[in-house]
């Protein structure tokens, strides 16, 4: 065996500025200055890596190595890549080529890669795509031509690709979603394609893309999602729409994407997230919305439906300086709300009410440190890392950490907001109780107006009784009407108005 390696080793040319290693069977060439393959490799390598060189072009030599199952060609000068220059490499499985300058690709360039599962011609000069150009690789996985000037492509162009599952055509010139060409796509899992100029999705955009988990829109120029863009995804779980020229959150339009658990939003140019803004996404768990410039307000139930959030981002949205009471309430899930470097004054104790909260951060808002932050101040105290929060003003507290404040440096008569409050509540009762007396005496008032002249007519009737008494009166009288001569004590001589009539107690 020992023998057998030295001999290829022996054999075996390893230029120089190249490190090559004949047990593991890698060969790493990288920075060496080389503008064409190494011809006399050991034949057996399986990895070779000459990345950051000068190569021009792809020669014969390439022929030598078959065993190849991982090349790394990136970052050199390639402009073309000669019909079956690969027609050997059956058991190559990634072929890096991006950061070169290839413009074109056909069908016989990748002719013999049975076996590849990762194409990488990132960052390259590609400007279209014929039909079938990937048709020889049946096994491809991953395929990025990201980052091209792709501005052409065939409805052919994928065809034949039905193992494909990831697909970067990012940052290329194309100015519609290629809604036939993706089609042909049944397996992808993860679409790529932003940084191109759609300006607007079209109904069924992304029709027959069935097993689509993830779509990146990533600043692909959208002012415009028609009503069923998204239709047939219905497996989409991560979605991507940063970077727009959205000027409304596309509620509707994304209504359909049950499954969906990340949405990112941010960049655009809507003002407000309105109440239910998020209707029917149900399962949604991480939400961003990073560097909204134009937003202001988050409204009271923005997240209504969104019950499975766990993660809300919202940074750099430097208009944003409302988000209103009760916003977050009602997410049993939340964990980690980001409100970074936004305009935040204040915030009311109710923005967000969860047992689930860990950690809130706050920091580069112009917070504004009054009372009114004082509950702030006293969950940070309770939970050293929940919150990092700085004062912008009042100027006597500017950059100081709103954590370390007191009560009454925060402007707070009362030193404990519970015990405020409960002061609060029982001035209220008291208050409410007074009213209530006001209001049934004031309503009552006649009748007891009334009341009060009957028990002194009563007296006086009962006067002029024991007045008769003496002569017709007996007790039986006083039994009908109902009261007991004992009830009141025998007034002494009463100065009797002359000319009044008693009245009888039963007229009463
Ligand atoms: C490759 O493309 C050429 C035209 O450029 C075409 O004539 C040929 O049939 C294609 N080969 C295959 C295998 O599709
Ligand atoms: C390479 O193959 C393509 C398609 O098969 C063909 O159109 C082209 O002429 C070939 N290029 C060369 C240099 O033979
Ligand atoms: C959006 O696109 C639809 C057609 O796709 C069009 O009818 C509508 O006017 C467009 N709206 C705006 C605001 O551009
Ligand atoms: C906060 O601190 C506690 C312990 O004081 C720790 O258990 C917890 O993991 C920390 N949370 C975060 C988000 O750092």
Redesign the pocket.
């Known amino acids: 065996m020992m023998t057998l390696c030295l001999g290829a080793g022996a054999l075996a040319n390893c230029p120089s500025g190249c490190s090559c290693n004949d047990d593991t069977l890698v060969v790493v060439c990288e920075e060496s200055r080389l503008d064409v393959l190494p011809i006399a490799l050991n034949p057996s390598i399986q990895r070779l890596i000459i990345r950051n060189n000068k190569i021009k072009t792809i020669d014969s030599s390439m022929q030598f190595y078959a065993d190849l199952q991982h090349l790394d060609l990136s970052q050199n000068h390639l402009v073309s890549i000669p019909n079956r220059s690969f027609a050997y490499q059956r058991k190559l499985q990634e072929l890096h080529l991006n950061r070169n300058k290839i413009s074109a690709v056909s069908n016989a360039t990748f002719q013999g890669l049975t076996a590849l599962t990762v194409l990488n011609l990132r960052r390259n000069f590609l400007e279209e795509l014929g039909p079938g150009v990937f048709a020889t690789l049946p096994r491809l996985e991953e395929l990025n031509i990201g980052q091209n000037r792709i501005s052409r492509l065939d409805p052919r162009a994928f065809a034949g690709l039905s193992a494909l599952r990831i697909l970067y055509i990012d940052d290329n010139q194309l100015n519609a979603v290629p809604t036939t060409s993706f089609a042909l796509l049944g397996s992808l899992a993860e679409l790529h394609v932003g940084l191109n100029a759609f300006s ?1 999705l ?1 109904d069924d955009a992304f029709a027959g893309l069935n097993r689509l988990s993830v779509l990146d829109l990533n600043g692909a120029g959208l ?2 999602i ?1 009503e069923h863009a998204f239709r047939g995804l219905p497996g989409l779980r991560s979605l991507n729409l940063f970077g727009n020229r959205l000027d409304t959150v596309p509620t509707h339009q994304l209504a359909v994407l049950t499954r969906l658990e990340e949405l990112y939003i941010g960049q655009n140019d809507f003002t407000v997230l309105e109440k239910n803004s998020f209707n029917g996404l149900k399962n949604l768990k991480f939400l961003d919305v990073t560097g909204a410039l134009q937003l202001e307000r988050i409204e009271k139930g923005a997240f209504d439906d969104n019950v499975n959030l766990e993660t809300v981002g919202f940074a750099n949205n430097k208009k944003l300086t409302a988000i209103e009471d009760g916003t977050f309430v009602g997410l049993p899930k939340l964990k980690h709300v980001t409100l970074r470097d936004n305009a935040i004054v204040t915030l009311g104790e109710t923005v967000f009410v969860g047992k689930e909260l860990k950690q809130v951060d706050l920091s580069d808002n112009p917070l504004v440190c009054d009372c009114r932050l004082l509950w702030l101040q006293e969950l940070l105290s309770e939970k050293s890392n929940f919150s990092t929060a700085q004062c912008a003003a009042p100027d006597h507290l500017k950059d100081r950490p709103l954590r370390t404040l007191a009560a009454d440096e925060l402007g707070c008569v009362l030193h404990d907001s519970r015990q405020q409050t409960i002061i609060c509540i029982a001035l209220a009762v008291a208050g409410a109780a007074l009213t209530v007396l006001c209001i049934v005496l004031y309503k009552y008032r006649k009748n007891m107006r009334e009341k009060l002249k009957d028990y002194k007519l009563n007296k006086r009737a009962i006067r002029k009784d024991l007045e008769y008494q003496k002569t017709f009166s007996t007790e039986e009288d006083y039994i009908v009407r109902g009261i007991h001569p004992g009830q009141y004590p025998a007034p002494p001589a009463p100065p009797h108005a002359p000319g009044l009539r008693p009245i009888p107690v039963t007229e009463l």
């Open positions: 607007s079209s002012s415009n028609s």
